[in-house]
């Protein structure tokens, strides 16, 4: 099983630093790492090359993609990556030394075609405590050889049999500066036939940035998910995408966006992060309807 570990990163040089750290201890290290700058400046270039030069068990491939452009930075690292299983993780996340071990077990105990594992949030000490007691940036976890939905796909944790990303470009553009590339390209895969299961115990984390702790930040990201929750809909990936289904789309989103604001104001006295689940539940439903006027917000703009 030849492993090629893929990153896309972006201005997080002292993330990617612990990182590197992180993955030259694994006990399985992987066969190549694959990192892809979206930084037109190189910014991770100097970090690259001060680990390639204190050592790391494996090669090292680095390269820029200087257009600012996820879906484009993903894409150039799966046309560098010569492995036959194909692994990723985000550059501002933190790797157990057992984490690729366990990915690549679960391909071999599940049959499968591409493994999944939980992304755990770490929250600073001094986080909010309404911001701790909402439990806004865990994720659901299935049990372990759980084919996953398809509206629950995405990356962050995973590795996939990398046949499933040869000949086109497997990301799309258009998801480029809004997100959302990660859940298009797996349910495309899984609508395909792909098979695409949970290891619960494939875990890595992710330190919550400051900047993230806020209802700002947390709503913003509920409409760009509902709004890729609109987008796959709309473009078949969860099943028939014909007349009913924008039909009923849109009037389950119109019904829960009132539903979820009437919520909000009947939740204020019993704590902010009560109120605070409502409202971003609101703001992914009218992110689902700003899709049927045509507007995208631009996350990574």
Not at 47 to 56: I, S
Not at 223 to 241: K, M
Not at 268 to 276: K, V
Request: glycine share 8%; charged share 25%.
């Amino acid at each position: 099983m030849n492993v090629s570990l893929c990153i896309a990163t972006y201005r997080r040089t002292d993330r990617l630093a612990l990182l590197l750290d992180d993955l030259a201890a694994q006990t399985r290290p992987p066969d190549e790492l694959v990192i892809v700058d979206n930084d037109p400046d190189a910014s991770a270039e100097a970090v690259v090359t001060t680990r390639v030069a204190a050592g790391l068990p494996f090669p090292v491939k680095y390269d820029r993609q200087p257009v600012k452009n996820i879906s484009l930075t993903r894409n150039r690292s799966v046309a560098l990556a010569s492995g036959d299983w194909i692994a990723f993780i985000d550059d501002d996340e933190r790797a157990p030394a057992n984490w690729l071990d366990r990915l690549c077990t679960a391909i071999d105990d599940y049959a499968a075609d591409g493994v999944l594992g939980p992304v755990v949030p770490v929250l600073p000490v001094d986080a909010p405590a309404w911001i701790r007691r909402g439990r806004f940036y865990d994720w659901t976890r299935l049990r372990s050889g759980q084919a996953i939905p398809r509206n629950r796909l995405r990356f962050g944790n995973l590795i996939l049999r990398a046949s499933l990303l040869r000949g086109e470009a497997p990301f799309d553009p258009a998801y480029g500066l809004t997100g959302g590339e990660d859940g298009d390209l797996l349910s495309r895969l899984a609508q395909a036939g792909a098979r695409l299961v949970w290891c619960d115990e494939a875990v890595v984390h992710e330190p919550v940035e400051p900047a993230r702790l806020s209802l700002g930040w947390l709503l913003r990201r509920a409409l760009r998910g509902g709004q890729d929750f609109a987008r796959h809909t709309l473009a078949g990936r969860y099943g028939a995408n014909g007349a009913g289904t924008r039909l009923r789309l849109l009037a389950r989103a119109g019904v829960q966006l009132l539903a979820a604001m009437a919520l909000t104001l009947l939740s204020l006295p019993f704590g902010l992060h009560h109120a605070a689940h409502w409202m971003t539940r609101a703001s992914a439903n009218l992110g689902k309807l700003s899709i049927f006027w045509g507007w995208h917000y631009r996350e990574y703009a």
